[in-house]
């Protein structure tokens, strides 16, 4: 499955912004999806996985109560709504497909990768 992401781009603390990832290639609901990042100097982190349906999700704690992620298997999209953005959320921003019905929230479960999205978060 090829992933493509966007919607990345510059916010200020506090704001909002929605990054969106396009999935092609292979049926759709065969994945577990994920968003990962990684900030300068620093490891990738995992942020949000979504199971196939939509049903389970599952957040890292730095992001939790304020991202969602969600999806839609008609148009084989899914996204990462951010709000109230701190500067530690800079990063690039991946998502991942997981050939597998269960969740996960280590990279290496994850079997394809889009091109990454940046997003700055300006104080």
């Known amino acids: 499955v090829q992933l493509q992401a966007s919607g990345g781009g510059l916010v200020q603390a506090g704001g909002s912004l929605k990054l969106s990832c396009a999935a092609s290639?292979?049926?759709?609901?065969?994945?577990?999806m994920g968003w990962f990042r990684q900030a300068p100097g620093k490891e990738r982190e995992f942020v949000a996985t979504?199971?196939?349906?939509?049903?389970?999700?599952y957040y890292a704690n730095s992001v939790k109560g304020r991202f969602t992620i969600s999806r839609d298997n008609a148009k084989n999209t899914v996204d990462l709504q951010m709000n109230s953005l701190k500067p530690e959320d800079t990063a690039v921003y991946y998502c991942?497909?997981?050939?597998?019905?269960?969740?996960?929230?280590?990279?290496?479960?994850?079997?394809?990768w889009g091109q990454g999205t940046l997003v700055t978060v300006s104080s």
């Open positions: 979504i199971s196939w349906n939509g049903g389970n999700t």
């Open positions: 991942a497909a997981r050939s597998s019905r269960y969740l996960a929230s280590r990279g290496d479960d994850y079997d394809y």
């Open positions: 290639g292979r049926t759709f609901t065969n994945y577990v």
